[in-house]
């Protein structure tokens, strides 16, 4: 699977729209961009995924670059829960996930 | 719908004992899988299944086997503990047509000394 980078660690203050970047300057055209979250001692959860064009959940959204070769993650509305650690990876199927170390988000009251 | 469950939270074993960890789905999901995640990192793949009967190794298969009798469940068993298998394991499963979306279980934190 392709490589990613992510910042190590990201501060945004709640109720205030957090954009979290990936890199993935050698993605392949059949990888899917996913993203989980892994809040504190909890199992990772899913967030959204996406191959090329933008995606909207009730969570949150996904912007791809036009080249696939970054995407972002956008929450809108950053509340306490939502600090957690995210991950960005990519693959072809979504089920054998290869994660990093992710962004580490902080949530400023 | 429970989702994924794994049980015991917490678990300690002593060198070269065997353990099982348990993995129990009610979502009818096919696939299930097992990843641990040491301090600091991100998770590894262990094992997986995409349906009953049917396991394959991951990144970091050694030291564990896994079988898979029925869709509901995927059990973990070590078979001799060493202390480089301390770490926090969590099972994950989702439909084979739609496997962008994982669910994760809530670990089972394991400490071998």
């Known amino acids: 699977d392709a490589k990613t980078t992510q910042p190590n660690s990201m501060e945004s203050n709640e109720e205030e729209p957090v954009h979290l970047p990936c890199n993935h300057s050698?993605?392949?055209?059949?990888?899917?961009i996913h993203w989980y979250r892994q809040l504190p001692s909890q199992g990772p959860e899913y967030v959204i995924h996406?191959?090329?064009s933008n995606v909207n959940n009730r969570m949150a959204s996904l912007a791809i670059a036009e080249d696939r070769k970054s995407s972002t993650l956008i929450l809108h509305r950053a509340t306490l829960r939502d600090a957690a650690v995210y991950y960005c990876?990519?693959?072809?199927?979504?089920?054998?996930?290869?994660f990093g170390a992710g962004t580490i988000l902080r949530v400023k009251s | 719908n429970a989702g994924v469950t794994q049980t015991p939270k917490f678990q300690v074993l002593k060198t070269g004992q065997s353990m099982t960890l348990q993995c129990a789905q009610d979502m009818n999901h096919e696939y299930m899988s097992w990843y641990r995640q040491d301090p600091g990192m991100g998770l590894r793949l262990i094992h997986y299944?995409?349906?009953?009967?049917?396991?394959d190794q991951g990144e970091v298969p050694n030291g564990y086997n896994v079988s898979r009798s029925t869709t509901e469940d995927f059990p973990l068993r070590l078979l001799s503990a060493a202390p480089s298998q301390t770490s926090v394991y969590f099972c994950?499963?989702?439909?084979?047509?739609?496997?962008?979306?994982?669910?994760f279980g809530p670990g089972t934190r394991l400490t071998v000394t």
């Open positions: 994950a499963s989702s439909l084979n047509r739609d496997p962008y979306e994982q669910y």
């Open positions: 990876i990519l693959n072809r199927y979504g089920n054998k996930l290869v």
């Open positions: 299944s995409v349906g009953a009967g049917i396991t």
């Open positions: 996406g191959l090329t």
């Open positions: 050698t993605i392949s055209g059949t990888d899917y």
